[in-house]
């Protein structure tokens, strides 16, 4: 038999027994999971449905804790309430290290406030909560911005004259304009031409992000990334951000008071010049393009898009948007602005809100996380840097805290005596360590813009209650709901 033949046959034998021994024992001892085939893992197991079906399959047969092959690599997930708690706050320390989304990796790097690791995470992140906290307290509170923004926004609306619109860039503007304020010193007027397409940039990659093609890359990154496809889409976006973002910088630079910063970039510029004779500091230019670009992105993506779903929901269900309006005529009345105080005298409207967040389940398998280091985890070994997913989408629809979790309900976040109920399984934001930075601007946010619209305006819809779909626009890392048109009646 010719050498060459006997080459071929012995690289088919070793590629079956590869296929029917699997892989060999990783180290650790991790929880268990579908049986992966070299190189391409749990493809088998997964369906077109994208990774959230394909993981609610996997946990009938393993349990709460299971262990899945994203092409060669092993993710443990953890479903449900508990066992998200268990880890992310139980033991939050050994919990706390992020883990990659492989499309946008190549734009973050490991670098800035939300994808890093270790000490350049634990700086950035101090860093950052202190800044925003600092100018969400300062001459304008983030009570006021968001007050004035809500306004403009009214006034928007107010010249549409109730005819059908596409809300999606509006609420768009005015959530980027909260962070712009407090990032970049100042909002955009709605028309800027340079804004606009700074917010189709992100809504271009959030929909790229969340699609199933960007799913299929997470399992074989290592190859796809040579060939065309969402990932080179995503990274050209990202790019044009930061070279705009760059350029505020170098404005920021050439600007710069010492004695009087004006926003988040010049807060960051002066820790620089304070810490420009240590080698070792994570105050460089790379952080600080990567952190903005990580705040501008998430802080106007996640509030719109849960905008969006809130609205078309209230559409849906007029009926809960008409006792929205009852609260608001009762408690704010029609002349004065909403505040945040109003918020702990409105349970049922706070509760329509956290129904929004809960229903619209907008990160469905949260962001990826690592443990920090070897870990003991209900009787499994994770070794040192094992990515794991808190499927937060298994929280939000939780059936032992949400009486019916596929049916939108406000009634999941109030008592008998029509007061508030907090929940153990609401986590939009995640919860632990790397809780969204943000999740405090969010929620006023919230309020805030929900309340001011529904004081000034009635809602209709081109389209019967019945007949609105709720059903996403794309469901992969992030839930985009679809796109509708809404009229807004002054009240």
């Not at 007050?147 to 928007?156: D, F, P, T």
């Not at 080179?232 to 170098?250: A, P």
Request: one cysteine or more; charged letters at 25%.
């Amino acid at each position: 038999m010719e050498p060459s033949v006997l080459l071929l046959l012995a690289l088919l034998v070793g590629f079956v027994l590869l296929l029917v021994r699997g892989y060999p024992k990783a180290r650790g001892h991790l929880p268990p999971g579908p049986r992966p085939l070299p190189l391409l893992g749990n493809l088998l197991q997964m369906d077109r449905g994208g990774f959230l079906n394909s993981f609610k399959r996997i946990r009938e047969k393993y349990g709460d804790v299971f262990t899945v092959h994203l092409g060669p690599r092993p993710v443990v997930m953890l479903y449900g309430t508990e066992a998200i708690r268990e880890a992310l706050v139980d033991q939050a320390e050994a919990f706390s290290g992020r883990g990659t989304i492989a499309v946008v990796r190549p734009v973050f790097r490991d670098y800035g406030a939300i994808f890093s690791n270790g000490e350049r995470w634990k700086a950035l992140r101090r860093f950052s909560l202190a800044t925003m906290r600092d100018f969400g307290m300062g001459k304008r509170s983030v009570e006021e911005r968001i007050q004035e923004e809500a306004q403009c926004l009214v006034e928007e609306f107010r010249k549409s004259q109730g005819a059908p619109l596409d809300p999606t860039f509006l609420f768009q503007c005015i959530t980027a304009n909260i962070i712009c304020s407090i990032v970049f010193g100042e909002r955009f007027d709605y028309k800027d031409r340079q804004f606009l397409r700074l917010l189709d940039m992100f809504y271009q990659s959030f929909s790229l992000i969340s699609s199933f093609s960007s799913q299929v890359f997470e399992l074989f990154s290592g190859f796809l990334k040579y060939f065309p496809g969402a990932h080179r889409q995503i990274s050209r976006n990202m790019q044009e951000v930061l070279k705009y973002i760059g350029q505020s910088v170098e404005k920021h630079r050439a600007t710069l008071d010492p004695n009087n910063p004006r926003d988040f970039i010049d807060t960051y510029l002066l820790r620089m010049e304070k810490e420009k004779s240590n080698q070792h500091t994570e105050f460089h230019h790379e952080n600080l393009l990567i952190s903005v670009l990580s705040l501008f992105f998430a802080g106007t993506e996640t509030s719109s898009t849960t905008l969006r779903y809130g609205f078309l929901l209230m559409l849906k269900y007029p009926h809960v948007a008409e006792k929205v309006q009852k609260e608001i005529d009762q408690v704010i009345g029609s002349h004065r602005l909403p505040t945040l105080e109003d918020r702990t005298k409105m349970p049922y409207t706070d509760a329509v809100i956290y129904e929004i967040q809960r229903f619209s389940d907008l990160i469905p398998i949260g962001v990826p996380h690592k443990v920090t280091k070897d870990t003991l985890f209900r009787g499994y070994l994770l070794p040192k840097n094992t990515e794991v997913y808190p499927i937060l989408s298994s929280a939000l629809n939780d059936p032992q805290y949400f009486e019916q979790p596929d049916t939108f309900n406000p009634d999941h976040f109030l008592d008998a005596n029509g007061a508030l109920k907090k929940s153990e399984a609401f986590m939009p934001f995640s919860i632990g360590k790397r809780v969204c930075l943000g999740e405090g601007i969010a929620r006023n946010e919230l309020f805030l813009f929900f309340t001011t619209i529904l004081q000034n305006f009635s809602l209709s819809s081109p389209v019967a209650p019945k007949d609105i779909d709720l059903c996403p626009k794309e469901s992969g890392f992030g839930k985009l709901p679809p796109t509708y048109q809404i009229c807004f009646l002054a009240r």
